[in-house]
C-alpha cells in the first residue's frame, strides 16, 4: 500500500490500482465540504505554497481553493517574469527557500521534468500541476474521477471503457498521463484522433499496448466517435516553434452537435481538461454542445476540487481525521 504521507506526487507512474481507488474513495468523501454544506478544518494553520511559472486559471485556484476548504492558507507566485528564478536563481534553491515557508507546494513549470527537479530541493511533499509537455498527474486522477462518475449512470466503470481521445495528443500532457493511468485497467479501447505530426508519443502508445489494451490511430473523426467517452483537447500552441506552425493543426477535429448527432453513441460523454479554444478558427467543443447532458466539462473541472482536496489530505496524513474537524456551514451562497 503507497504511503502517501510526506510523498512528492510529480507522475502518475508512482501510482497502482489500489493508490488510485484510494485517491478516488477520499475524493468522494470531500463533496459535502466542496458543495458548502458542512466545513472541514482539519489544515487549519497549514500553508500551500502556489508555484505557477506557467499560465492557469482552473488548476492554480483549484489547488488553492481545495487547500482553503480544508482549512489551510494558500500563498502564490505567479509568472517567472514575477519570480528570482528569471535571476538565474536554481529551482533547488528555490526549493529550498519555499519549503520552509510551506508545509506543502503545488507547481507548473512550463519545461519537462522541471518539477521533479524542483523537489529535490524541497523539503516538503511537492504536486506536478503540469511540467511542459510532460504529466499532469492531478489532471489525470480528476478525468478518471470524472470518467468513473459519468459511467456509473451507465452501470460501466473504469473497466472496459471505449474512450476517444482527439486533438493534440503530442503535446498535451494531461492526454499523457490519463493514457497511463488507463493502461492499469482492463480491456481498456483507446481511439487516439490526431493530425499525423501531432500523433501520441509512442512510450504512451506501448504503455497501453503493453498492457493488452487496444489503441487505434487514426486522423478522422467520420467513423471513429462511436465510444462511451471523447476527451478532446486543444492545440497547445505554447509547445510549437510559432504561432503559425500551430495554426496548421487547429480546426481540424471541432466537435459540434450535429458531428456528436452523426458519429457519436446517444450518450457519449464529452470531456476536455479546459480551457477549451473557442475562437472560430479552432472551436473544439461548439458551444451548441452546451445544452447536452452529456457534456461533462464543467462538471469535470468541478471534480478537481474534489480530486485536489485529496490528495492535500493524503500528503499530509489527515485523511482520517475530516470527520473531526467538521464545522456548520453559517453563510449562505445558494450555491446551485
Ligand atoms: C491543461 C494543461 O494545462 O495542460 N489545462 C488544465 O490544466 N486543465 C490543458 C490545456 O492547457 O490545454
Known amino acids: 500500500m503507497m504511503n502517501f504521507q510526506g510523498s512528492h506526487i510529480l507522475s502518475v507512474s508512482q501510482l497502482d490500482r489500489e493508490a488510485i481507488a484510494r485517491i478516488l474513495d477520499i475524493s468522494a468523501n470531500m463533496a459535502p465540504y466542496a458543495a458548502r454544506q458542512k466545513r472541514c478544518t482539519v489544515l487549519e494553520g497549514a500553508i500551500l505554497s502556489n508555484l505557477f511559472f506557467e499560465p492557469s486559471t482552473r488548476t492554480r485556484v483549484s489547488f488553492g481553493s481545495a487547500f482553503n476548504l480544508l482549512g489551510g492558507y494558500v500563498r502564490e507566485t505567479v509568472g517567472q517574469e514575477n519570480s528570482s528564478l528569471s535571476k538565474g536563481e536554481s529551482l533547488f534553491d528555490t526549493a529550498q527557500v519555499i519549503s520552509g515557508y510551506s508545509d506543502v507546494i503545488a507547481m507548473r513549470h512550463p519545461q519537462m521534468h522541471s518539477v521533479e527537479k524542483f523537489a529535490k530541493g524541497s523539503t516538503v511533499p511537492v504536486i ?22 459519468e459511467m456509473m449512470h451507465f452501470h460501466k466503470g473504469l473497466d472496459n471503457l471505449d474512450i476517444v481521445l482527439m486533438g493534440d495528443l503530442k503535446h498535451g500532457r494531461t492526454v499523457h498521463s490519463l493514457s497511463k493511468l488507463l493502461s492499469l485497467y482492463n480491456n481498456v479501447k483507446v481511439t487516439m484522433v490526431s493530425p499525423t505530426a501531432l500523433q501520441m508519443p ?135
Open 128 to 149: 506536478n500541476g503540469g511540467d511542459g509537455a510532460n504529466e499532469h498527474p492531478t489532471q489525470a486522477l480528476l478525468d478518471l474521477f470524472t470518467i468513473q462518475s
Open 202 to 336: 509512442d512510450s504512451v502508445v506501448s504503455a497501453l499496448e503493453d498492457s493488452g489494451h487496444q489503441v487505434i490511430i487514426t486522423d478522422t473523426m467520420a467513423g471513429n466517435l462511436s465510444c462511451d467517452v471523447i476527451y478532446q483537447t486543444r492545440i497547445q500552441q505554447e509547445r510549437f516553434a510559432s504561432k503559425d506552425e500551430a495554426d496548421l493543426y487547429r480546426g481540424h477535429f471541432s466537435l459540434n452537435k450535429s458531428i456528436y448527432q452523426q458519429y457519436c453513441r446517444e450518450n457519449t460523454v464529452i470531456m476536455h481538461p479546459l480551457p477549451r479554444d473557442s475562437r472560430p478558427e479552432a472551436n473544439e467543443l461548439d458551444s451548441d454542445l452546451n445544452d447536452l447532458d452529456s457534456l461533462a466539462i464543467f462538471r469535470q473541472a468541478q471534480n478537481g476540487i474534489l480530486v485536489r482536496m485529496a490528495l492535500f489530505a493524503l500528503t499530509l496524513g489527515v485523511e482520517d481525521q475530516l470527520t473531526q474537524y467538521e464545522k456548520e456551514v453559517n453563510w449562505h451562497t445558494n450555491k446551485r
